[in-house]
Antibody
Framework: QVQLQESGPGLVKPSETLTLTCTVSGFSITSGYNWGWVRQPPGKGLEWIGSVHHSGNSYYNPSLESRVTISVDASQNQFFLKLTSVTAADTAMYSC??????????????????WGKGTTVTVSS | AIWMTQSPSLLSASTGDRVTISCRVSQGIDNYLAWYQQKPGKGPELLIHDASTLQSGVPSRFRGSGSGTDFTLTIDCLQSEDFATYYCQQYYSFPITFGQGTRLEMK
């Protein structure tokens, strides 16, 4: 059974860097999927952050691209989110997910089929 | 970016009811749409992809339909475990975007 578990600090100071870890169990992170992050600010909807393949190919939301890095440590079966220069607007529930992506005919598909429970991050001094 | 508008934002229903949730998209996306269910304290669960393909393990009372700009999630014969928040997501183009969610509550 595939499981994803987020971990990281619950509180980050403004202007600092947020780093979250997603630990994958029951499935190899090198088995052909992408691995991504989504966040949900309090009282708001879901916002896609981005995703990475174990080969290093990545996709990011343009609204966050200048501050975001998603990376993989295949030896630990983990992947990471790094978000720099955080502000109060980055306060959210952050969830990691396995991404089904590839080409079907002449178009790609991209949806998240397994999710972690999420971890709450508050940006405050 | 492609905007996704769900309606209603809040839906009250009873077990056994049939309910319909709408997702309207700001531009045509063919059938590149997924639906998710999220319960409090848990991550979202994929229900449907490609607008109408049921994800493995999802009960057949969940149905997706639509193409282009208008999509619908229908739940036949509501069960108690179906009271949750539902989101649509487009993957026609990057950035990936979601609807704002529809909370389905017990009447």
């Amino acid at each position: 059974q595939v499981q994803l578990q987020e971990s990281g600090p619950g509180l980050v100071k403004p202007s600092e860097t947020l780093t979250l870890t997603c630990t994958v169990s029951g499935f190899s992170i090198t088995s052909g999927y992408n691995w991504g992050w989504v966040r949900q600010p309090p009282g708001k909807g879901l916002e896609w952050i981005g995703s990475v393949h174990h080969s290093g190919n990545s996709y990011y939301n343009p609204s966050l691209e200048s501050r975001v890095t998603i990376s993989v440590d295949a030896s630990q079966n983990q992947f990471f989110l790094k978000l720099t220069s955080v502000t109060a607007a980055d306060t959210a529930m952050y969830s990691c997910a396995r991404v089904q992506t590839g080409m079907a005919g002449d178009h790609y598909y991209y949806y998240m089929d397994v999710w972690g429970k999420g971890t709450t991050v508050t940006v405050s001094s | 970016a492609i905007w996704m508008t769900q309606s209603p934002s809040l839906l009250s229903a009873s077990t056994g009811d049939r309910v319909t949730i709408s997702c309207r998209v700001s531009q045509g996306i063919d059938n590149y749409l997924a639906w998710y269910q999220q319960k409090p304290g848990k991550g979202p669960e994929l229900l449907i992809h490609d607008a109408s393909t049921l994800q493995s393990g999802v009960p057949s009372r969940f149905r997706g339909s639509g193409s282009g700009t208008d999509f619908t999630l229908t739940i036949d014969c509501l069960q108690s475990e179906d009271f949750a928040t539902y989101y649509c997501q487009q993957y026609y183009s990057f950035p990936i975007t979601f609807g704002q969610g529809t909370r389905l509550e017990m009447k």
